[in-house]
């Protein structure tokens, strides 16, 4: 590793440690092997990170931070149609973006998958993020979605239909973990992002109008790759 600053030599650090914990576990993967990955010493390691739990933190953290997509979803007022860029967002991001990054997004993925079989830790990172950044505006424009009269009576208002809606989109990522898609009719993204989001929509509770109106044809196109190239950008039917 050439000369660095400290902020460059850090995410170097961040960037070589992922696949490995993705692979290995937290528990299995050792500064050893980090450092030889980084190409830096043990040393070096320990003066960026105070422990490898430190480490650990930090590749979440750099899921989340500088994200310019999420901060314009967030700062969305709440409505029905925010309520569908938030379903629509979170389903493109698991049956598309995920996929089609195997060497950046999908070994976070597999970490968090990883962190289930051992003690949880990055998870429960995971979890008690969304639930504090997430969770709440999603809620918000679920109740913006009821007073509009969007949303059939007997639809629940409450986090557990976030938490519903987000754990049917993740599984769209798990079929995609191993080299080939588990489900292949589900691996053609255009059609499962607009299939995923028509029925999280009508599962959250919003009348069949809505539903209609929201639900998106996305930019999302198969490459002459393997895995599908995407854009974050969508739009909606007109």
Same mark, same amino acid.
Request: with cysteine.
């Given at each position: 590793?050439?000369?660095?600053?400290?902020?460059?030599?850090?995410?170097?650090?961040?960037?070589?440690?992922? #696949?490995? *914990?993705?692979?290995?576990?937290? $528990? &299995?993967?050792?500064?050893?092997?980090?450092?030889?990955? %980084?190409? !830096?010493? +043990?040393?070096?390691?320990?003066?960026?990170?105070?422990?490898?739990?430190?480490?650990?933190?930090?590749?979440?953290?750099?899921?989340?931070?500088?994200?310019?997509?999420?901060?314009?979803?967030?700062?969305?007022?709440?409505?029905?149609?925010?309520?569908?860029?938030?379903?629509?967002?979170?389903?493109?991001?698991?049956?598309?973006?995920?996929?089609?990054?195997?060497?950046?997004?999908?070994?976070?993925?597999?970490?968090?998958?990883?962190?289930?079989?051992?003690?949880?830790?990055?998870?429960?990172?995971?979890?008690?993020?969304?639930?504090?950044?997430?969770? #709440?505006? *999603?809620?918000?424009?679920?109740? $913006? &979605?009821?007073?509009?009269?969007?949303?059939?009576?007997? %639809?629940? !208002?409450? +986090?557990?239909?976030?938490?519903?809606?987000?754990?049917?989109?993740?599984?769209?990522?798990?079929?995609?973990?191993?080299?080939?898609?588990?489900?292949?009719?589900?691996?053609?993204?255009?059609?499962?992002?607009?299939?995923?989001?028509?029925?999280?929509?009508?599962?959250?509770?919003?009348?069949?109008?809505?539903?209609?109106?929201?639900?998106?044809?996305?930019?999302?196109?198969?490459?002459?790759?393997?895995?599908?190239?995407?854009?974050?950008?969508?739009?909606?039917?007109?």
């Amino acid at each position: 590793m050439g000369r660095l600053d400290n902020s460059a030599r850090r995410a170097a650090i961040i960037d070589a440690a992922l #696949p490995l *914990f993705a692979r290995k576990g937290f $528990a &299995a993967t050792t500064t050893k092997e980090i450092a030889q990955a %980084a190409g !830096v010493s +043990e040393a070096l390691i320990f003066k960026h990170f105070p422990s490898k739990a430190a480490l650990y933190e930090a590749i979440f953290r750099s899921c989340v931070d500088g994200d310019e997509d999420l901060a314009k979803l967030l700062a969305m007022p709440p409505s029905t149609e925010t309520l569908a860029a938030y379903v629509q967002a979170m389903v493109s991001c698991y049956a598309c973006e995920l996929p089609s990054e195997r060497d950046t997004m999908l070994p976070r993925f597999r970490l968090y998958f990883m962190s289930l079989l051992e003690d949880g830790e990055f998870a429960h990172m995971v979890r008690r993020w969304m639930s504090e950044h997430i969770a #709440p505006p *999603f809620v918000a424009s679920l109740r $913006a &979605a009821r007073d509009a009269g969007d949303l059939i009576p007997s %639809a629940p !208002v409450t +986090e557990n239909a976030f938490w519903l809606a987000e754990m049917l989109g993740s599984t769209l990522a798990t079929i995609h973990l191993p080299p080939t898609p588990l489900v292949p009719s589900l691996a053609e993204p255009r059609r499962t992002i607009r299939d995923a989001v028509a029925f999280i929509l009508r599962g959250l509770g919003l009348r069949e109008e809505a539903v209609a109106l929201y639900t998106p044809l996305l930019h999302c196109t198969q490459s002459t790759e393997p895995e599908p190239t995407c854009s974050r950008e969508a739009d909606r039917d007109e």
